[in-house]
């Protein structure tokens, strides 16, 4: 190896050292349902209620009273919730084609089509039987991209292996290194890639009970409710 070659090796070596902090970020392992605390903005939304909502909390306010309100408050959110629900159960979702949408909110379908479309930019390998990998090299234009630090990610990190896990019972599982499913809850492009590959229909690759409770329609009707 040249000098210049190792030169650049280290100065490599450096950079990747010093953001190892900022891309370790974009690789989430073991955090289940993440998709949700990408944003504070809830929780300011919460704040801004509790100071000047209807029923506002002030500095001068005995804890009683502030426990009073905020429970008013609680209880109104969850019947609004739920009366948004039930309204949701009864839409029909026209802008999927999917027969999952009647049984998915809004945020749930359009994740699950999100990575139903990207399937189509994404390559394939069986490794085994039971194995697979799956990768997609392009990345796009780099000016889309929402930070220059996706440029320095190396090809590498970009290829998942899916694997198939048979029961005892007979029921057939996929596991994907990528985690999406147990941080977004809902199957990933490399498992619809693969479905793909095997000539699954697309009106069977998924089922409802794929997809993370928090997506049902039916979840958000007794959410908060005493039932069983």
Same mark, same amino acid.
């Given at each position: 190896m040249s000098k210049e070659a190792a030169t650049a090796v280290f100065a490599w070596k450096h950079t990747h050292r010093d %953001?190892?902090? %900022?891309? $370790?970020?974009?690789?989430? !392992?073991?955090? =289940?349902? !993440? *998709?949700? $605390?990408?944003? *504070?903005?809830? *929780?300011?939304?919460?704040?801004?209620? @509790?100071?000047?909502?209807?029923? =506002? @909390?002030g500095v001068k306010y005995q804890s009683h009273k502030a426990m009073r309100r905020l429970l008013n408050r609680i209880q109104r959110n969850l019947s609004l919730r739920q009366q948004r629900a039930h309204a949701e159960l009864a839409r029909n979702t026209l802008f999927s084609n999917a027969w999952t949408r009647d049984y998915l909110i809004r945020k749930g379908q359009a994740l699950l089509d999100r990575n139903h479309a990207k399937r189509l930019h994404i390559k394939s390998a069986r490794l085994a039987g039971d194995e697979f990998i799956m990768w997609n090299f392009d990345i796009g234009d780099w000016l889309d991209l929402p930070h220059p630090l996706y440029q320095v990610i190396p090809n590498f990190l970009r290829i998942c292996k899916i694997k198939l896990v048979t029961e005892n019972s007979g029921a057939n599982y996929s596991k994907c290194t990528c985690g999406e499913r147990e941080g977004v809850g809902v199957p990933c492009a490399g498992f619809f890639k693969m479905c793909d590959d095997a000539g699954v229909a697309n009106n069977e690759m998924v089922h409802p009970c794929?997809?993370?409770?928090?997506?049902? %329609?039916?979840? !958000?009707t007794h959410y908060g409710a005493k039932t069983n």
């Open positions: %953001k190892e902090p %900022k891309l $370790a970020g974009y690789v989430r !392992h073991g955090v =289940k349902n !993440h *998709t949700g $605390a990408m944003t *504070t903005s809830p *929780t300011e939304g919460q704040n801004v209620h @509790i100071r000047h909502g209807q029923d =506002k @909390i794929m997809v993370d409770v928090r997506y049902l %329609k039916l979840y !958000h």
